[in-house]
């Protein structure tokens, strides 16, 4: 016999179920059932897809308080970016992925194992570099500088370099090695070399700004507290972005469509030997059921949860979203990504 427990939620339930998608172009429905499940079994208040091949598009939300035009925090999708400002200086010649950190930022990188004249852009861009990951100790919490995450990094136990280990300090050290080149932040180049030429009008970098554009929904703590207002501080060159569902599939679209890069550069973002097949740099590879393989990233930062996947040549992206910091069941993530990557027999 039904709980009292059931019975109440099964009006919540066909909510979700019935409520319409907002469609334009085409719509594959496949995703649709899984993104319910990220709110009923997932544990997040809402979700938001939505997912481009070629011209057309499909988009769709469960739960309440959030809409598709919504600003939203995207975590580490901003090593995306930043990977890709680093390979574009790369294309330039204004560096060397095999420079050492030494050379841009001399003497910063001194401590028990750890030596910047040794770890080269190449190892920051590939999580090979051996750094701790400063986050360990603040758990995205704590708002920084990118000297002081650089300095609780080094006195942390570094682990064995050329082995794949994901550092966010390998990133706030690329953003100051952009700096350090160009004479302008990260975010400064990213907006001139990516930002603009795209039309990405609702990405930014807010820097200290602790208040999300309009419009936007509300972000949740995993204990269910508003956390909506955040400094970004806390993750700096390697989690800071703020965007849309419609500028990420535009931005990874273009990226992987070589839009971005020269072909050599866009073939060295895609290696992910130095990383043992785990990353390549600024982007991961995943080998779905069906063998299909999908490009991107995901981005958790405090209240939020993203996704982006790819085809390798970007004409078909997903991005989705929900409204709190992780996903309860981890298995939904890849469930979501068979159902719109995977063929599907008529």
């Known amino acids: 016999m039904p709980t009292l427990r059931a019975l109440l939620s099964l009006p919540v339930l066909l909510a979700l179920l019935l409520a319409p998608a907002a469609t334009s172009g085409h719509a594959t429905g496949a995703t649709d059932p899984i993104l319910v499940l990220l709110v009923t079994e997932g544990g997040a208040p809402a979700a938001a897809l939505l997912a481009r091949d070629g011209d057309r598009a499909h988009y769709s939300a469960a739960g309440r308080g959030i809409a ?3 600003h939203f925090r ?12 680093v390979l574009q200086l790369a294309d330039e010649h ?13 003497g910063l990188l001194r401590g028990p194992g750890t030596d910047g004249r040794r770890i080269t852009l190449r190892a920051l861009l590939t999580h090979t570099s051996g750094l701790a990951d400063f986050t360990r100790v603040t758990h995205g919490a704590v708002p920084l500088t990118p000297l002081q995450a650089v300095r609780i990094a080094l006195t942390l136990p570094p682990t064995r ?17 952009v700096h350090r080149i160009t004479g302008h932040s990260y975010a400064a180049e990213a907006r001139r070399r990516i930002i603009a030429p ?7 970098f807010p820097g200290s700004r602790t208040s999300l554009p309009m419009p936007h929904g509300h972000a949740y703590a995993a204990d269910g507290s508003d956390v909506t207002a955040l400094d970004p501080r806390v993750a700096g060159a390697a989690g800071e972005l703020v965007t849309t569902l419609d500028d990420l599939d535009r931005f990874y ?3 992987l469509g070589g839009r971005l890069l020269s072909p050599r550069r866009l073939g060295e973002m895609l290696d992910t030997r130095a ?4 990353y390549g740099m600024g982007l991961f590879p995943v080998e779905l059921p069906c063998g299909v393989t999908v490009w991107g990233h995901n981005g958790r930062i405090t ?11 970007g004409r078909r992206v997903l991005t989705f979203r929900v409204d709190t910091t992780e996903i309860s069941d981890p298995g939904l993530e890849p469930r979501l990504l068979a159902a719109e990557f995977c063929p599907r027999t008529p």
């Open 303 to 313: 209240g939020s949860y993203v996704r982006t996947a790819a085809t390798v040549d």
């Open 198 to 204: 795209l039309g990405l009008t609702d990405t930014s």
């Open 275 to 278: 990383a043992q097949g785990s």
């Open 253 to 255: 679209a273009a990226l």
């Open 94 to 106: 204004r560096l060397s992925l095999s420079d050492t950190v030494e050379r841009y930022l001399p």
């Open 68 to 70: 598709r035009a919504d």
């Open 161 to 177: 370099p050329g082995r794949s280990s994901y550092s966010n300090t390998g990133y706030v050290l690329l953003g100051m090695v």
């Open 74 to 85: 995207a975590g580490s999708v901003t090593k995306t970016f930043v990977a890709t400002v």
